[in-house]
């Protein structure tokens, strides 16, 4: 799950995480107000979006989204102009790098305290999942597309493994500093800061912690200037808190939906629906759908215990997305057994108006009785007996 940035500068403060004042505005005034509290000669007014290149992005009038309402979703402003420039960014529309052409409504703004900046740096902290251990990663190349770094100047990212079970250490915290080169009081905070980082990164079970970029100022003070944190689901029964943070109108309608049925949905541009049980087989079957010349049109896990009432559920998000027009139903019966899929497949396709060619491959358990039961159903099924076969039928059906 993701949050605003101004969400996680929130649990920043609560573990010493420095980062700027700042207070959240949702009008034009209510900026205005922030603006004049935070008593500084500029201030910065940041649109609060789940994309990045906000900075970089092009604001656009909701009512007519051709027309430009303002250049950029971050503005370094003089603070009696903040009212003005809240006023062309709330209820428009921006569009980034990330989130594609239709872009996403600003609704929320953060007002920060404007500063002299002295260096851009970059850190993140993430799972290595190959070394068993947590990472973090630091750049002296703050501010730029770490993935751009990574790929041209890979020498400018350092990495530090961490062991989980006795956490960052004083050592580790003061290699990290050095290695940004960082001196005197900025040395003493940016180790302060990598220490209350990774605590809150460990405490909040997130999956990621990104901050680009991490800056120091003028008078050595070194502070999280944008907070990326992306939590793991699992983990989100211990902390109703972030789950209340949850921003539904940031997320796609149909995730949102899917979530609410318990179902592994992720909306992707293709034609070719796809519902299967695991998210490893889920992935090859997209995989295979664009060795064969079609594209995916979502992820769909429906999970081990697949029922009659997930493949309905399954079936009414899939059909939500006008895009599709075939569906693939891959099936392995090993916990879920085929037959009952194949009840399911039956009942919600007599119940729903489904127009689009339907085929479906079932193995596993009871996956002989599941064919039987389809072939019986006089319903325009078209069977599949193996992977590539099922791939195949997709993409014909679509051509």
């Given at each position: ?59 656009y ?9 303002i ?9 009696e ?34 500063m ?58 003061r ?40 800056v ?14 992306n ?10 808190d ?5 921003d ?100 919600a ?8 060619p ?37 993409t014909?059906?679509?051509?």
């Amino acid at each position: 799950m993701n949050i605003h940035e101004y969400q996680g500068k929130e649990i920043f403060r609560r573990y010493g995480v420095a980062v700027p004042s700042g207070f959240v505005a949702r009008t034009p005034e209510e900026a205005a107000e922030a603006a004049v509290k935070l008593g500084t000669p500029v201030v910065v007014v940041k649109s609060q979006i789940h994309a990045g290149g906000r900075g970089k992005g092009t604001v656009y009038f909701a009512s007519n989204r051709k027309e430009v309402a303002i250049q950029g979703g971050v503005k370094v402003v003089k603070p009696e102009q903040a009212r003005e420039v809240a006023e062309k960014l709330l209820g428009n529309i921006l569009v980034t790098i990330q989130t594609g052409e239709e872009g996403k409504k600003v609704s929320t703004l953060l007002v920060e305290e404007g500063m002299k900046i002295v260096r851009e740096l970059y850190v993140a902290v993430t799972m290595d999942r190959a070394a068993s251990k947590d990472l973090i990663m630091i750049s002296t190349e703050g501010g730029m597309d770490i993935e751009e770094v990574a790929a041209h100047q890979p020498e400018k990212i350092v990495k530090e493994h961490v062991d989980p079970r006795v956490g960052l250490q004083g050592f580790q915290a003061r290699k990290l500093s050095y290695a940004l080169g960082l001196e005197g009081e900025a040395f003493k905070n940016g180790v302060k800061f990598f220490m209350a980082l990774y605590k809150a990164y460990k405490e909040m079970d997130c999956s990621i912690a990104e901050i680009n970029p991490l800056v120091v100022t003028d008078d050595n003070r070194v502070l999280a200037l944008d907070a990326k944190l992306n939590f793991d689901d699992n983990a989100l029964y211990r902390h109703p808190d972030v789950f209340s943070m949850r921003d539904v109108a940031e997320e796609d309608p149909l995730e949102v939906e899917a979530s609410k049925s318990n179902l592994n949905y992720v909306k992707l541009d293709g034609n070719v629906g796809c519902m299967v049980n695991g998210a490893g087989l889920a992935m090859a079957t997209m995989d295979i759908i664009k060795l064969a010349g079609g594209e995916p049109a979502n992820f769909l896990d429906v999970g081990g215990g697949a029922n009659v009432e997930t493949v309905k559920n399954g079936f009414r998000i899939i059909l939500s997305d006008p895009n599709v027009k075939a569906i693939l139903i891959n099936i392995f019966g090993g916990i879920v057994r085929c037959d009952r899929v194949a009840n399911g497949v039956i009942e919600a396709a007599k119940s729903m108006d489904i127009k689009v060619p339907i085929i479906v491959r079932l193995a596993g358990t009871n996956a002989v009785e599941a064919r039987e039961i389809l072939a019986a159903s006089g319903l325009n099924l078209i069977p599949a007996e193996g992977l590539k076969d099922a791939a195949q039928k997709v993409t014909q059906a679509i051509s």
